[in-house]
Structures are given as structure tokens and as C-alpha cells.
């Protein structure tokens, strides 16, 4: 059984900084591929960062800018969010994913197992 469990999220002012964190049980994320939505009710979800932890090769949207970083730690097959310089329009519920099918990793549809996401309110 396949589980992913997101904490870290929170209330912040604008300026600044949270860690997100997504614990994984029953599936491995070391030589693998995770990554972090983010969806605003009413709104698609949208990717905001990839890794391929067996080389730490990351992506990123676009609206990051710089102000994310994604990193993996392999003993205790997590994956982590450093978010700064948090804006009101980062405001969203997180979720971490994995299990990549390959192909356009910006799309939800590309990953089977989800976590239940954690809130990151920005005001």
C-alpha cells in the first residue's frame, strides 16, 4: 500500500518561507522520479517542481523563479519543498506525487500515486 503524506504547510506573510515535506511508505522514492502540484480550489492542478532522485536532476515551472528548490533525502525516503519569498498568489493546496509514467512531466495525468496535500496560505 502506496502512501504519501505532505506536511510543512501553513500561514505566512508575503516575503516568507515554508518547507514542504512528503514522506513516503510502501514505495521507494530513491531512483525515481517525484514531484509537487499545487491546485487552487476551482482551478486545474499545476506542476511546480520534478525530480529524478537517482540523479537529482530537477525542473521547474516557470513561476518559480528561483524561490523553490526540491530535494530528496534517501534514508528517509522523503521529498522536500524549500519555498521563499512566498506571494499571495502561491496560495494553494501542495501535493507531492510519484510513480512518473514518463512523457510531460507538468501533467498531473503523468503520475499514479498522490498525497492528500498540505495548505499554503500567503497573505
Known amino acids: 500500500h502506496v502512501q504519501l503524506v505532505e506536511s510543512g504547510g501553513g500561514s505566512v506573510q508575503a516575503g516568507g518561507s515554508l518547507r514542504l515535506s512528503c514522506q513516503a511508505s510502501?514505495?521507494?522514492?530513491?531512483?525515481?522520479?517525484a514531484a509537487w502540484f499545487r491546485q487552487v480550489s476551482g482551478k486545474d492542478r499545476e506542476a511546480v517542481a520534478h525530480i529524478w532522485t537517482a540523479y537529482g536532476v530537477t525542473y521547474y515551472a516557470d513561476f518559480v523563479k528561483g524561490r523553490f528548490t526540491i530535494s530528496h533525502d534517501k534514508v528517509k525516503n522523503a521529498v522536500y519543498l524549500e519555498m521563499s519569498n512566498l506571494q499571495p498568489e502561491d496560495s494553494a493546496m501542495y501535493y507531492c506525487?510519484?510513480?512518473?509514467?514518463?512523457?510531460?512531466?507538468?501533467?498531473?495525468?503523468?503520475?499514479?500515486?498522490w498525497g492528500q496535500g498540505t495548505q499554503v496560505t500567503v497573505s
Open positions: 510502501g514505495w521507494t522514492l530513491s531512483d525515481n522520479y
Open positions: 506525487a510519484t510513480s512518473y509514467r514518463g512523457g510531460d512531466w507538468e501533467s498531473p495525468l503523468n503520475y499514479k500515486y
